[in-house]
């Protein structure tokens, strides 16, 4: 079975900065797709950033970027120019590539704080 | 386009009863699936509906059902509630692609807590 890890329970940056938030996953599987979401307190998850697994290219999203590295079975997240609404809970999330599998598998989350 | 919807926002049950959420994916979605997130477990994936069929299904009892509409709204619900199943309930809505199912849309979730 699949699984997530996300290391790090809270980081923090200051305003501006730039802040990279880990993650990690097991899969036996060749093809499949990594997915960041940002969840502000008590508001909607919200999909920030995807990348397929058969792309090389590292997926960028304005100032959110991956590091995707599929050898190492590693998808960092890296955040430049911190804004304090950038605060927030981030999971890291795995799917299969199969119509029948199609359930999202999460991290724990990483909560992130940005100091003005 | 209007996002995911979901009914009631808040909700306070006791030990025992019963619970139906709703859900209205994003008009075009036909997959609807269902997430469980507390703070123990983290993000919990209950089950899955497209074209009105159930068609993958995480680890929870069969206390915890559903069902998807000819107009691809999606109910769950949850008989003789216990007290762990005080959770925040998210619907998820996906364009399914020749690939499968891509994006999960959330919506913005049901507060259930049990008494």
């Known amino acids: 079975a699949q699984t997530v890890t996300q290391s790090q329970p809270e980081m923090s940056v200051q305003e501006a900065e730039t802040v990279t938030l880990s993650c990690t996953y097991d899969?036996?599987?060749?093809?499949?797709?990594l997915f960041w979401y940002k969840q502000p307190p008590s508001r909607q998850m919200i999909l920030v950033i995807r990348?397929?697994?058969?792309?090389?290219q590292n997926a960028t999203e304005n100032r959110f970027s991956v590091n995707f590295q599929k050898a190492a079975k590693s998808f960092s997240l890296k955040i430049s120019d911190s804004q304090l609404g950038d605060a927030a809970m981030y999971f890291c999330?795995?799917?299969?590539?199969?119509?029948?599998?199609?359930?999202?598998?999460f991290g724990k989350g990483t909560k992130l704080s940005v100091k003005p | 386009k209007a996002g995911v919807t979901q009914t009631p926002r808040y909700l306070i049950k006791t030990r025992g009863q019963q619970v139906t959420l709703s859900c209205s994916p994003i008009?075009?979605?036909?997959?609807v699936s269902w997430y469980q997130q507390t703070p123990g477990q983290g993000l919990q994936f209950l089950f899955e509906?497209?074209?009105?069929?159930?068609?993958n299904k995480g680890n929870f009892p069969g206390r915890f059902s559903g069902r998807q509409f000819s107009n691809s709204r999606s109910e769950m619900n949850v008989s003789t509630l216990e007290l762990g199943d005080s959770a925040l309930y998210l619907c998820?809505?996906?364009?399914?692609?020749?690939?499968?199912?891509?994006?999960?849309?959330f919506g913005p979730g049901t507060r259930l807590t049990v008494t």
């Open positions: 899969t036996s599987e060749s093809d499949y797709y």
């Open positions: 509906y497209f074209s009105e069929t159930q068609r």
């Open positions: 990348q397929e697994a058969y792309k090389q």
């Open positions: 008009s075009g979605h036909r997959s």
């Open positions: 999330a795995y799917r299969s590539p199969g119509g029948s599998q199609g359930n999202l598998i």
């Open positions: 998820a809505s996906s364009l399914v692609t020749g690939k499968g199912n891509y994006e999960q849309y």
